[in-house]
């Protein structure tokens, strides 16, 4: 059984880096597809070899399974929304659920709130269209939303309202789609695994370069969903008004505010303003904040010229 695993984890390597390759021209993670296509395969052979036994985790759970006459209650609610990102890791365990959420808060709020903001959209979607209790309060229906939620709110999409309420649609349909592709695999005895998660993500990453109200954040970039740049306001830069901030440059770099709907742009001290161009548009993309400038100084901060800054605190504004 161990170098069963062994291989299994091996080949999952291997998986991922064939699956980013192919994505990559896209700028589109290749997410948990490596362990959901290796585990399959893997789980499939299983089946056929007598000397290894399946888990309880490695059958199929399908929604049909549960007693649909079961009425919602409290614990249907927090039990479920705790299950589902238990679930995520393989725990089966509430409290253990809310624990990782406080670990994930650690490094980044806004993926925090949106786990728990997926488990909870999918509880309800799952209540309001009549779900199993059971299958709700195990987190079945809400673990996949809630990978959905935390990878389109904010961490491969800038948070914005729209790519808020862009979010919002991937949890109701990634909701939708778990109890599909579970019946789908119960007749081959396969799990879902976070199969719904890759599938919805990867077609609505691919669908956001359709809309030009969504940001994306390159894979490469994406590291924190607290760190990502916010977008640059739309139209051409103004230059400052007055010689006292004409020497702030170009070189933009994000600032996290306290809340993580409130964003500023701030630009770094230099030479002259040159904003970077891609096809006729302002690009998006934000280089690292320097430690020193040419001259050898600290780059010193301030708002961004032409925005109302200047004008309202004028060399006040600035902040070293």
Same mark, same amino acid.
């Given at each position: ?6 291989? @299994? ?9 064939? /699956? &980013? ?5 896209? %700028? ?5 597809? $490596? ?9 499939? !052979?299983?089946?056929?070899? !007598? &000397?290894?036994?399946?888990? $309880? ?30 679930? /995520? ?12 959420? /406080? ?9 925090? +709130?949106?786990?728990? /903001? +997926? ?10 269209? +009549? #779900? ?18 935390? @990878? ?38 396969? $799990? ?19 809309? %030009?109200? =969504? ?11 607290? #760190? ?11 230059? $400052?008004?007055?010689? %006292? ?12 505010? *306290?809340?993580?709907?409130? &964003?500023?742009?701030?630009?770094? !001290? ?24 040419? !001259? ?5 901060? @301030? =708002?961004?010229?032409?925005? #109302?800054?200047? *004008? *309202?605190? +004028? *060399? ?5």
């Amino acid at each position: 059984m161990t170098v069963y695993i062994v291989f @299994a984890a091996a080949m999952t390597t291997i998986a991922f880096s064939t /699956i &980013a390759t192919l994505l990559g021209p896209h %700028k589109v993670a290749a997410l948990t597809s $490596p362990f959901v296509l290796v585990g399959w395969l893997f789980l499939f !052979a299983v089946l056929k070899f !007598a &000397a290894i036994e399946a888990g $309880p985790l490695a059958k199929p759970v399908s929604p049909d399974q549960y007693d649909a006459a079961i009425a919602y209650a409290l614990p249907t609610w927090y039990m479920g929304i705790g299950n589902a990102i238990g679930q /995520i890791f393989f725990q089966d365990n509430w409290i253990a659920g809310y624990l990782i959420v /406080i670990g994930i808060a650690v490094n980044s709020r806004i993926s925090a +709130g949106m786990a728990l /903001i +997926g488990a909870a959209g999918a509880a309800l979607v799952a209540v309001v269209f +009549g #779900g199993p209790e059971g299958a709700i309060r195990d987190g079945l229906f809400g673990y996949n939303a809630a990978l959905t939620a935390i @990878a389109l709110g904010g961490f491969f999409l800038v948070l914005t309202w729209r790519s808020f309420v862009y979010t919002l649609f991937g949890i109701v349909v990634t909701t939708w789609l778990w109890a599909s592709i579970a019946i789908f695999l119960k007749p081959i005895g396969m $799990p879902v695994l976070t199969s719904t998660f890759v599938l919805v993500t990867w077609l609505m990453l691919l669908g956001q370069y359709g809309f %030009k109200a =969504l940001v994306p954040v390159p894979p490469a970039e994406a590291t924190n969903a607290g #760190g990502q740049p916010r977008a640059l306001p739309e139209g051409p830069l103004r230059q $400052p008004r007055s010689p %006292k901030t004409s020497r702030h440059a170009g070189l933009f770099a994000w600032r996290e505010s *306290r809340f993580p709907w409130q &964003a500023c742009v701030w630009i770094v !001290a230099g030479d002259s303003l040159q904003p970077r161009a891609s096809g006729g548009q302002l690009d998006r993309s934000f280089p690292s904040l320097p430690a020193r400038t040419a !001259a050898g100084r600290r780059p010193r901060l @301030a =708002l961004t010229p032409g925005h #109302g800054a200047d *004008r *309202r605190h +004028g *060399r006040a504004g600035r902040r070293r």
